[in-house]
């Protein structure tokens, strides 16, 4: 992963399409990967982020090329072509969920578990990420960062909000305003 950080805390499909950016791709080794899931570690499920190599990274990416395409048309209000909702079925049925129950000290608990292979367990969580966005109503309020050289996109908690991050890109259009307003004097 490079010195820069992928932007996390927004709803799931966004992390995961955020982490190709203008300059590069954070998931580009099996250690990229595991490093991103543990940025994710609230939200990953227990034993996702175990064994982790190429394969496992082929469906991240894969997921990561559908997530994009759907959340653009999403965004831009056009039907999803037959082919990407095959395919995140597809991926939705390869790691089904199961609820598991356990007595403990602390109780009956009960725990979810994929069934599957750590890549089709990978997949299917993601695909549902994508799904639990793609199917709220708030998937219309998705933004591109305003920066010129940013491709990242956020979910706004405020209607005011133009970047991807204040301290990635806000901070830098703001010092780059200044220094136009500056050099214009």
């Known amino acids: 992963m490079s010195a820069l950080a992928p932007l996390v805390g927004e709803p799931l499909a966004l992390d995961l399409v955020n982490t190709r950016y203008a300059q590069g791709d954070f998931l ?3 250690e990229d990967l595991l490093a991103w899931l543990a940025l ?3 939200r990953c499920p227990e034993g996702l982020s175990g064994n ?3 394969a496992e990274l082929a469906v991240v990416q894969c997921v990561r ?3 994009a395409r759907a959340i653009e048309c999403a965004r831009s209000g056009t ?3 037959q082919e990407d909702l095959d395919a995140i079925n597809q991926m939705l049925r390869g790691g089904p969920c199961v609820l598991e129950v356990a007595d403990g000290p602390a109780g009956i608990t009960a725990d979810r578990r994929r069934l599957g292979s750590t890549a089709q367990g990978l997949g299917a969580w993601l695909a549902e990420g994508l799904v639990e966005l793609l199917t709220d109503p708030a998937v219309s309020r998705v933004r591109q960062c305003e ?3 940013c491709v990242l996109l956020f979910l706004p908690s405020n209607p005011r909000r133009r970047w991807c991050s204040a301290s990635r890109c806000g901070n830098r259009m703001r010092v780059a305003r200044h220094y136009q ?3 214009a004097e």
Do not use: F, M, W, Y
Request: glycine letters at 10%; aromatic letters at 0%.
């Open 147 to 149: 920066a010129e050289d």
């Open 181 to 183: 307003r500056r050099k």
């Open 40 to 42: 994710e570690a609230g």
């Open 79 to 81: 039907r999803l072509s």
């Open 28 to 30: 580009v080794t099996p």
């Open 52 to 54: 982790i190599g190429p």
């Open 65 to 67: 090329e559908r997530s």
